[in-house]
């Protein structure tokens, strides 16, 4: 007899198939496979009681603070632990519970409805100006169209060029002048026809902008303002683009001055819920989400949105991450720019583990080779 622990990261529907487990078996099984980890915030203390209750019916549990069961306090947070099908179990349980426990039981459903995603998607980052953060990603006229044609070679799904530099205290960039760095590019890439061989996506607010290149070819509008401006959202609808709304406290000019929130995760996801609902209902049909990593943020508040990008998820969208050499890497581990690539893929494996479709990088290659390794082990 042999024995040995395997990692809770395989793909455990394949290997309990190849186990030849009976057929009706293998998704009861899965299903018992990932344990979920629900925070619940303000519960009612004795909504608390009830769902500890019925958590350890279905084989869950409820981890309380003390004095909960006398109600020593009116509310309570509070942390739920189960696998999907101990979940299933409990949601259908709390449909029929009062104190707030219907709104637990429609939140579980939302979780458990989450499909993961097959692929995750890299979008190269090619900017057409000479004060972006990162050098590297700086790239003028043909040399522009050069960087594309690599990262298409290299595996890229997606390319956001821009023309404005949206780090911590840019200088501000004119409509105008914004449009004079692109237009050379978006000829060219309408003239080569690039837009057939990827997807491309424009990182600009500017109306003008976002016009010109959805003329030629662009199918993807990467707002850092999150479609505040309702021309964005109609030209985008007009074009049938995709939207990427992203989360941004204040402007570049003062998004990095002592930022500040109630609750960083629930006013983000409150936020984007609202932009998502105002982007739809210009007919926007293909929305996708951005926390915003390092736009008004400190290194806690990054951290905490990709540690909870799983609750974003059940907005219903998908997710876009962006922490491609980032001053929070520096934060961690002090760096240079040009040697945040190891820090860099951390952040983006662990950001498409908790549910990011995309990610934002400027090194396409080595962010196609991790997820095929991290795939392989899989």
Known sequence: MKIRRISNDIAVKKYIKALDVDRGGVSILEAKHRHYLIEIKELHVGAANILKQDALSVGADLAVPKGTIVAERPRVDALLIG???????????????????KEVAAYLERVLQIQESKKTKV?????????????????????????????????????????????????????????????????????QKLYEKVRLSIDSYAPKV??????????????????????????????DAAAVI????????TMQNNPAYR??????????????????????????????????????HNIALLQHLPHFRTLGYPLLAGASRKSMIDKISP????????????????????????????????????????????
């Open 246 to 253: 992203m989360h941004m406290q204040g402007s570049p000019q």
């Open 123 to 191: 979008m190269g980052i090619v900017n057409a100006n000479d004060d972006s953060f990162y050098s590297g990603s700086r790239f003028l006229g043909s040399d522009a169209i050069k960087t594309m044609e690599c990262m298409i070679e290299e595996g890229a799904d997606i390319i956001d060029v821009g023309a404005v530099s949206s780090r911590p205290g840019a200088a501000f960039v004119d409509e105008d002048e914004e449009l004079a760095r692109i237009s050379p590019i978006a000829d060219a890439i309408y003239e």
């Open 263 to 300: 609750d960083v995760v629930e006013d983000v996801y409150g936020y984007l819920h609202r932009q998502a609902q105002k982007a739809s209902s210009y007919g926007i049909k293909e929305i996708i989400l951005d926390v915003g990593i390092g736009f008004g943020k400190t290194l806690e």
């Open 210 to 239: 976002i016009e010109y290149v959805l003329e030629r070819g662009f199918g993807i509008v990467n707002d850092i303002t999150g479609f505040e401006d309702d021309r964005v959202c109609e030209l985008t609808a007009k074009y």
């Open 335 to 378: 760096s240079p720019v040009a040697r945040r690539l190891g820090g860099t893929l951390a952040l983006h494996l662990y950001a498409a583990r908790n549910g990011a479709d995309i990610v934002r990088v400027h090194d396409v290659y080595e962010h196609v080779q991790a997820f095929a390794v991290e795939q392989a082990l899989k």
């Open 83 to 101: 696998t999907k099908r101990e979940l299933m179990r409990l949601a259908s349980k709390e449909k029929m519970q009062p104190l707030g426990l």
